[in-house]
């Protein structure tokens, strides 16, 4: 079963930039999505975007779309990678970074398989 890991948060100032990494272990097949969600105290977990693995379709939530941007690293003889650029950030980006598998087109919403822990994002002066 494919297992997935975050990595990359950290604290920035507000209109700065962040690259949040999602490793992929044990990827098993060509066709999959993965997603990108956070989560900030006392509020529902949120989709920010999602990325098909095999045909580089991409979708993004009105809350980010134009500042955030999602990309597929293939990398031979080492974990596969899926990258979350953040630029201009503001303090409401504040959250846990969490990302997922799923199957079927890109999409928001719906059932994702698997799951990380999450990496934490804070941007603050």
């Known amino acids: 079963q494919m297992e997935v890991e975050e990595s990359g948060g950290g604290i920035v100032q507000p209109g700065g930039s962040l690259t949040l990494v999602c490793t992929i272990s044990?990827?098993?097949?060509?066709?999959?999505?993965l997603g990108w969600f956070r989560q900030a105290p006392g509020k529902e977990r949120e989709q920010v975007g999602a990325?098909?693995?095999?045909?580089?379709?991409?979708?993004?939530?009105d809350s980010v779309k134009g500042r955030f941007r999602i990309a597929a690293h293939a990398r031979e003889d080492q974990e596969d990678r899926v990258t979350l650029q953040m630029n201009n950030l503001k303090p409401e980006d504040t959250a846990v970074y969490i990302c997922?598998?799923?199957?079927?087109?890109?999409?928001?919403?719906?059932?994702?398989?698997?799951w990380g822990r999450g990496t934490q994002v804070t941007v603050s002066t």
């Open positions: 997922a598998v799923g199957k079927g087109p890109v999409r928001l919403g719906g059932r994702w398989d698997t």
């Open positions: 044990k990827r098993d097949r060509l066709n999959f999505l």
């Open positions: 990325i098909h693995w095999n045909l580089r379709d991409t979708v993004y939530s």
